[in-house]
């Protein structure tokens, strides 16, 4: 009984393993699509070095002075297709998403700071995505 039991039990595990599986399906057209987004980070100071984890040259990785990151002081255009991104300097970071259409989008929280929702430039503007708007509690001077 017990053998018969095996027979059976090993017979459906080659009858899997040899049935011929479904083709996988390709993403619509839409999801692999490229689209081409410029980055503008000019307005920030001082100067900084940013990225775009997984597509750009990473900041945190090598020297400062000899990283191939990108420099604030220069516009980039990047080719991204549709998905959720981040975009990061040394003092901060925040997300953003690239639509099927290839504009941009990312939090109402952020408008202070970032330009270019439904656009395809993302403007950096502040070098914090959370300014302090309060008065300071001392001048330097």
């Not at 059976?8 to 081409?36: C, F, N, W």
């Not at 920030?44 to 420099?71: C, F, H, K, N």
């Not at 604030?72 to 639509?99: A, C, H, I, W």
């Not at 270019?116 to 070098?127: I, P």
Request: glycine share 6%; with cysteine.
């Amino acid at each position: 009984m017990a053998s018969k039991l095996l027979t059976i039990v090993i017979g459906a595990v080659a009858l899997l393993v040899a049935a011929p599986r479904a083709p996988e399906a390709a993403p619509p057209a839409a999801y692999t699509k490229e689209h081409s987004i410029t980055f503008d980070a000019t307005a920030l100071v001082p100067p900084t070095r940013w990225q775009v984890p997984g597509i750009t040259p990473m900041i945190l990785t090598l020297d400062p002075e000899s990283t191939d990151a990108y420099r604030s002081t220069e516009r980039k255009t990047l080719m991204l297709k549709p998905g959720s991104y981040k975009f990061g300097t040394y003092t901060f970071d925040f997300p953003f998403n690239v639509t099927l259409e290839g504009k941009l989008d990312f939090a109402a929280s952020l408008d202070q700071c970032v330009v270019g929702r439904e656009t395809q430039t993302l403007t950096v503007k502040c070098s914090r995505t959370h300014p302090y708007g309060g008065t300071r509690e001392y001048d330097y001077k």
